[in-house]
């Protein structure tokens, strides 16, 4: 039961979970629409994303502004690696729904896949002030949001980005392992600054009174944890991509000493 839960949170903060088509459209052509999105719907399902984005594209031409199409059709299209169709079909949503904080978090993966990082950075600073300002009540109650997908090492990893700097036990980053060819988490890697190891590095002087140490661990189900470096200063979230990909690749091993800053 708790794999279940584990995985049905990992489908929804993903923004995996498709949006079902209504009853009605309201639409001339509402009845085929309807039929298109089940039928998209079902190739989702089944994995078949390239055939669920022929269905999808099919109802948006009967309804272009459907959101339900648009949301699905940019699914499938990410699923099955046509990032810019992916975004389009966002944009477009985000044009209808601009206040749709989960749309705005899977555009920032789809630029970041797509190479676009001013793209990406321009809607994470969107996101951010969206939550800021507290209107969402869902968006203000979220901790982290996934901030983007990729492979590395023949691993599928889900990366996520907290909102707020815990002093304590700080996480900026975490980067869900997945096992090979599976949905079941493997272990994690994450960016973090605890108070005790940035008290520990001020004690011996590594660090000033005023500056903090942050790390990157990784954490294992049997409870083994390994460091991998240290920094003086907060690291680019692209920086630790990179860390966390030749963590994968195995051409990172573990470390004990204070590493160079970024």
């Known amino acids: 039961m708790k794999k279940r839960v584990i995985l049905l949170y990992f489908i ?37 994303y390239g055939e669920a984005l022929k269905k999808f594209s099919e109802a948006l031409k009967l309804s272009p502004e459907d959101k339900k199409c648009l949301y699905n059709a940019g699914l499938a299209a990410y699923m099955a690696g046509n990032f810019n169709m992916a975004a389009r079909s966002w944009e477009e949503l985000l044009g209808l729904e601009p206040g749709d904080w989960k749309v705005r978090a899977k555009l920032i993966q789809t630029y970041q896949s797509l190479g676009d990082l001013k793209a990406r950075d321009k809607n994470r600073d969107i996101l951010l002030a969206m939550r800021g300002k507290g209107g969402d009540k869902e968006l203000a109650r979220a901790e982290e949001y996934c901030r983007d997908q990729f492979s590395a090492g023949g691993r599928k990893v889900m990366a996520y980005e907290r909102f707020e700097f815990a002093v304590e036990q700080a996480v900026l980053y975490k980067f869900f392992i997945f096992k090979p060819n599976t949905q079941a988490v493997d272990y994690t890697i994450s960016l973090g600054s605890y108070e005790s190891a940035t008290k ?7 660090i000033g009174p005023k500056e903090r140490i942050y790390h990157v661990d990784a954490y294992y189900q049997n409870g083994r944890h390994e460091a991998f470096a240290f920094y003086k200063k907060p690291p680019s979230y692209d920086y630790v991509r990179k860390v966390v990909g030749l ?7 573990p470390v004990d000493d204070l590493d160079q800053e970024e």
């Open 200 to 206: 520990a590095a001020r004690g011996r002087k590594e």
């Open 12 to 48: 929804l903060a993903a923004g995996l979970l498709l949006l079902s088509p209504p009853h009605s459209s309201g639409a001339l052509f509402g009845w085929r629409t309807d039929d298109l999105l089940e039928e998209g719907t079902a190739f989702m399902q089944g994995g078949n």
């Open 247 to 253: 963590i994968l690749d195995k051409r990172m091993k």
